[in-house]
């Protein structure tokens, strides 16, 4: 009787230990699924890197999250649509006290930008209300 040799495959290199992969998306699914319990080097590993994430990631990522300046208004500020997917802001004019071009715009931003956040100014007017008052009536875009 001939004796046949069997031959095993192996998918490592010569000198190289092989990683079982089998056990590798075990220990990655345990960590997507939590299962680890409280204590284990595995639960403290999952702590610390949840902790770094929310501790380091503001350093890195600029989540635009910054708290508005709000001023107090003596008067209200109307708010209506413009019909093109914008707002437009009505200001009493006694709130503005610039004359420049540029003062004025800088004191309207300083009063729409806590009720629209962060925006600029596209365009401005001064006109009338409903009931006869100066305001400036304030186009924004984000």
């Known amino acids: 009787m001939e004796q046949v040799e069997q031959a ?25 699924f939590w299962n680890y319990k409280r204590g284990s080097i595995h639960y403290d590993i999952m702590v610390t890197l949840i902790l770094l994430f929310i501790f380091v990631t503001p350093f890195f990522v600029n989540f635009k999250d910054k708290p508005v300046e709000h001023t107090s208004h003596l008067r209200v500020v109307l708010v209506t649509p413009d ?6 802001y009505q200001v ?51």
């Open 83 to 88: 019909g093109l997917n914008g707002f437009l």
């Open 8 to 32: 095993e495959a192996s998918t490592t290199t010569a000198g190289v230990p092989g990683i079982p992969v089998a056990s590798l998306w075990r220990t990655v699914g345990n960590y997507i």
């Open 92 to 142: 009493p004019a006694d709130e503005v006290s610039g004359t420049s071009d540029a003062a004025i715009r800088e004191e309207l931003l300083r009063i729409v930008e806590p009720i629209a956040g962060e925006a600029s100014i596209s365009k401005y007017e001064r006109a009338r209300d409903a009931s006869g008052q100066p305001v400036y009536k304030v186009w924004v875009k984000k």
